[in-house]
């Protein structure tokens, strides 16, 4: 990559702006179910409050609608948390780039560090907006990347952020390196057979990706929310499930052009409310009650995927079977897991809701690399290039 890296500037007294992703799980308190994305941003973090540089760090949480009540996006318990690991106070800015950020950023001592409110509070972080990006990069003067789960975006604080930085220092953050360096090799020529899993919420944004990984990956997996397009593509009934109408057509292409590529549940577990407690029951794919949810792959699903994981050589795996925070919905997606643990495949699982899941079962320790991305590592299997560290500076 030969990327500028944190460890190559001088931060002593300086401000360093850090575009971190501290995206992570929340329960319904509010209350953080899974830290390794604050976890894993550490040592940049450490790098500059060490060397005496002075730290402000954005991310986004969730996906608000700019304007709307939001406060449970807010990054306040990331920051918190943050402060618990760092064993030191972290100030908290109530906004962006208003009155309290300014104030917050004027403060900063040497060492000190500001967490900034949620980036997509502000409309113009997704607009990728220059006024906006202007504000934050006037903040600073060093740029840092290290949102690894989010460099598939190309939202202001990854792209224009950094553009607006002029011939101010943009650098590369050690998570980021380190993913993207352990993701090119793993996947870059991988034993096969090659398994990938895809499953989640995201349906629109990760069932674009599925035509790429159909030409490299030798079968490609269905689960979670994004199954229940599927269904929809195929005919089928899906009942209250979560589904894209709009990528019906898409479906359809892909089931034509997947072939036995391409595998789709045959049964789902459902339920009549999104809850653990509600009335349930497990249907063929397909043919969902009119007033149900698909919630979860079946057990015969699980079966069959659990198997294909047994005979693969490398599997990535990005997305949950099931709404797995809601037992007894997790099966499929601990049924799935427990078959990666007992292989002795490479195994690569990716996404926020992904690596608590791993973590929630205990399994960590028995798959080969839990990446911090997602969607970004499905677009670097895809072969894509990341706009937002092309835009950093050059070793
Ligand atoms: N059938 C389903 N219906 C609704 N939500 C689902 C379903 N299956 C999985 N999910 C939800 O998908 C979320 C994670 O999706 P996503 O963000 O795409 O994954 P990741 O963070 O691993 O990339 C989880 O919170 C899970 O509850
Ligand atoms: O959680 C994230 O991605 P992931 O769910 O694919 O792991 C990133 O923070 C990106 O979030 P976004 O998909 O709302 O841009
Ligand atoms: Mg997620």
Request: with cysteine; charged share 25%; hydrophobic share 45%.
């Amino acid at each position: 990559m030969a990327k500028l890296s944190i460890a190559d500037v001088d931060v002593s007294g300086k401000k360093v702006l850090m575009r971190v992703d501290f995206n992570v799980p929340l329960d319904d308190k509010c209350e953080i179910t899974d830290d390794r994305r604050i976890e894993m941003a550490i040592p940049s973090i450490k790098s500059v409050v060490d060397r005496g540089g002075q730290l402000i760090l954005m991310s986004h949480l969730g996906r608000p609608e700019p304007g709307a009540d939001n406060s449970k996006y807010s990054l306040a318990p990331a920051a918190k948390r943050l402060g618990e690991i760092l064993g030191k106070e972290v100030a908290f800015a109530t906004d962006t780039v208003g009155e309290d950020a300014a104030a917050k950023v004027a403060a900063l001592t040497d060492g000190g560090v500001v967490v900034l409110e949620n980036l997509r509070f502000e409309k113009g972080e997704k607009k990728g907006d220059a006024e906006f990006a202007g504000k934050l990069a006037a903040f600073a003067d060093i740029y840092c990347n290290d949102a690894f789960g989010t460099c598939h975006r190309t939202d202001a604080s990854m792209v224009a952020v950094p553009e607006a930085m002029g011939s101010k220092p943009k650098v590369v953050g050690f998570l980021v390196e380190k993913e993207i360096t352990y993701l090119s090799d793993a996947i870059g020529n991988p034993k096969r057979p090659f398994v990938a899993i895809l499953g989640g919420a995201k349906v629109s944004d990760k069932i674009m990706v599925i035509k790429n990984l159909l030409g490299i990956c030798d079968k490609v997996l269905i689960g979670g929310a994004m199954a229940y397009t599927f269904s929809l593509a195929q005919g089928g009934k899906v009942g209250k499930s979560l589904v894209e109408k709009d990528k019906v057509d898409l479906a359809k292409e892909l089931i034509a052009a997947g072939g036995d590529k391409l595998v789709l549940p045959v049964d789902t577990h459902c339920g009549d409310a999104f809850s653990g407690d509600c009335n349930k029951v497990t249907v063929k794919s397909g043919e969902i009650p009119d007033d149900f949810e698909g919630l979860d792959i079946g057990p015969e699903t699980a079966k069959m995927y659990a198997q294909l994981v047994t005979d693969a050589k490398t599997v990535v795996w990005n997305g949950p079977m099931g709404v797995f925070e809601m037992p007894p919905f997790d099966a499929g997606t601990r049924a799935v897991a427990d078959a990666i643990a007992a292989s002795d495949a490479i195994s690569i699982i990716g996404g926020g809701d992904s690596a608590a899941a791993i973590g929630q079962f205990g399994l960590d320790d028995k798959v080969t690399h839990v990446s911090t991305g997602g969607g970004a590592s499905l677009s670097m299997l895809e072969g894509q290039a990341f706009k937002a560290v092309d835009v950093l500076d050059d070793k």
